[in-house]
């Protein structure tokens, strides 16, 4: 079983005709992710390696029976891309674009409540259901099925704590990389609500880093909700208060909250064994199983 996404989901590729959408569109559909149409603005009628290209989401979903959503847009134009993906009859939307304005997304964040399709990112890897499908940037070469869960604010923490997962045999359900902006659409405890849910995830490895409260407030949720065992990691230990530290959302004011001590506090609180290392967060989740 998996979450979001599986062999059946019917994608759209939101800025198709563009380089990193091309290019992604094309390592999606070798992976055996079911792309079935694009959305550029003024392109409709046209394919791209066989796939053909609409002018809006909307008529791309109706026409294709697509149920996802996503976008490689550039940033100045990804805060409507994301609009008109909310306003298509889609389940689900990945913004992977990064460096949308805050305002932008300030604006999305609002409309997000008035409507049922489920956002992930912006600023993110995307979602992969190993063997299934992928939707976004993921390197799909490192991912195998099994019954472990992921979710992270970093992509590259994802790749590395997947990769020791697999090595050791331990395959995942899902992984959806969340995003690491200020503004995201699904956040932990989300995604955990929906790993819980999940009869097939027997654990899940929890990626966060410094600044925000986000992985505090999973930590409350995980103690309070969740029989899933989870297994941590926080990255930017060392960072300063007030420096940002890769993410747009990765800085730590220097309230007490949003640092990697309070996470780690919060996670241990809960019963969330935390590794100092990605491989230590693999140990952890064998060691949970």
């Known amino acids: ?42 392109k409709g009628g046209q394919e791209v390696d066989g796939v053909p290209v609409y002018d809006t989401v909307e008529g791309a979903a109706r026409e294709e029976d697509a149920d996802a959503s996503v976008i490689f847009v550039p940033p100045a134009f990804a805060g409507d891309a994301v609009f008109e993906a909310l306003d298509a009859p889609i389940d689900l939307a990945v913004a992977i674009t990064e460096g949308i304005p805050t305002q932008d997304m300030a604006k999305v964040n609002k409309r997000l409540g008035e409507v049922d399709t489920r956002l992930i990112g912006p600023n993110c890897p995307g979602i992969i259901t190993p063997g299934e499908a992928k939707l976004g940037i993921l390197p799909g070469n490192i ?3 099994g019954n472990v869960g992921l979710v992270s604010r970093s992509g590259t923490l994802t790749y590395q704590v997947v990769d020791n997962l697999t090595d050791r045999g331990l395959g995942q359900t899902t992984a959806i990389g969340i995003g690491g902006d200020p503004i995201i659409g699904t ?7 929906l790993f ?10 929890m990626c966060g880093e410094i600044g925000g409260e986000d992985e ?16 941590g990691f926080i990255a930017g230990r060392t960072a300063p208060p007030g420096k940002r530290m890769g993410h747009a959302g990765a800085i730590v004011s ?11 506090n919060a996670l241990n609180d809960a019963g969330v064994p935390v590794g100092d290392t990605p491989e230590e967060v693999a140990d952890h989740i064998e060691d949970l199983l």
């Open 254 to 264: 220097g309230s007490g909250t949003g640092t990697a001590e309070s996470k780690i």
């Open 1 to 42: 079983m998996s979450v979001l996404v599986d062999d059946d989901t019917r994608v759209i590729v939101q800025g198709i005709t563009g380089g990193e959408g091309k290019f992604h569109a094309e390592q999606m559909i070798e992976y055996g992710t079911n792309v079935v149409a694009g959305a550029v603005p003024g």
């Open 216 to 231: 505090e407030q999973a930590a409350k949720y995980i103690a309070e909700h969740m029989d899933t065992p989870v297994a």
């Open 187 to 193: 956040d932990f405890v989300d995604a955990l609500e």
């Open 196 to 205: 819980e849910a999940d009869e097939d995830t027997e654990a899940v490895a």
């Open 143 to 145: 991912f195998s099925s």
